[in-house]
């Protein structure tokens, strides 16, 4: 079975400050991608970050990291420096290789960044 | 580059009567999908065009929903006739063609048709 489960579903964090959202994954496929999205206010949805599942290192754009721990298959998305405007809600996803062109996705997490 | 555009944006209709959701995603976008989010639920996977054609169609709920990709271009998704349960935000997304089984198959989504049914 193929399941992503955020069990944040609210965060806060001081602006400035890092925070981390967890996500954790299950999939019987050895090959897969792990994403992140961003869901502002406005509703679209925004691609933030990709990890495959062979990459040996934790992806990095900018501000966003992805803390990969596939051993434990968690796939924790990390900003630093929170500014306001990161307040949104945030999906994981994740898409087998193999058995699929679906995408899986969690529940979300909504992260408030506080002045 | 123009992105994924959606309408309407939010739709209010009663129970048993019909609506119509667009998509039109990135221009020379090959591969379209439809996902959807009930209230607190996660996004689910609806149905993948690539082109004009049904790819996978597995998480189409019932057979009142319908979607169509005429020409390969924009998209639409009827739901008739609608029920309570159908309500949510439906996603459109699109990515490019041979991304479709690419491990970094990064999907393009539009901001979404919300759905209401009284």
């Known amino acids: 079975a193929q399941k992503i489960t955020q069990t944040q579903p609210g965060m806060f964090v001081q602006e400035k400050e890092a925070v981390t959202l967890d996500c954790t994954y299950d999939?019987?496929?050895?090959?897969?991608?792990l994403f992140w999205y961003k869901q502002p206010s406005s509703g679209e949805m925004i691609f933030l970050i990709y990890?495959?599942?062979?990459?040996?290192q934790n992806a990095t754009e900018g501000r966003y990291s992805l803390n990969f721990q596939k051993a434990r298959k968690s796939a924790n998305l990390v900003i630093s420096a929170s500014q306001l405007g990161d307040s949104a809600m945030y999906f994981c996803?994740?898409?087998?290789?193999?058995?699929?062109?679906?995408?899986?996705f969690g529940t979300g997490t909504s992260l408030t960044v506080i002045p | 580059e123009a992105g994924v555009t959606q309408f309407p944006s939010h739709s209010v209709i009663e129970k048993g009567q019909t609506v119509t959701l667009r998509c039109d995603p990135i221009s020379g976008h090959d591969n379209l999908y439809w996902y959807r989010r009930v209230m607190g639920k996660e996004i689910k996977f609806l149905l993948h065009f690539v082109k004009e054609s049904k790819q996978d169609e597995s998480g189409m709920p019932n057979n009142r929903f319908l979607a169509e990709r005429t020409g390969g271009t924009y998209s639409t998704l009827k739901v008739q006739p609608a029920e309570l349960e159908d309500s949510g935000v439906y996603f459109c997304a699109s990515s490019p063609r041979g991304q479709a089984h690419s491990g970094a198959n990064v999907l393009t989504f539009g901001a979404g048709s919300r759905l209401t049914v009284l």
């Open positions: 990890q495959g599942s062979y990459d040996q």
């Open positions: 999939t019987s496929d050895p090959s897969y991608g």
């Open positions: 996803a994740m898409r087998p290789l193999r058995t699929g062109n679906q995408f899986y």
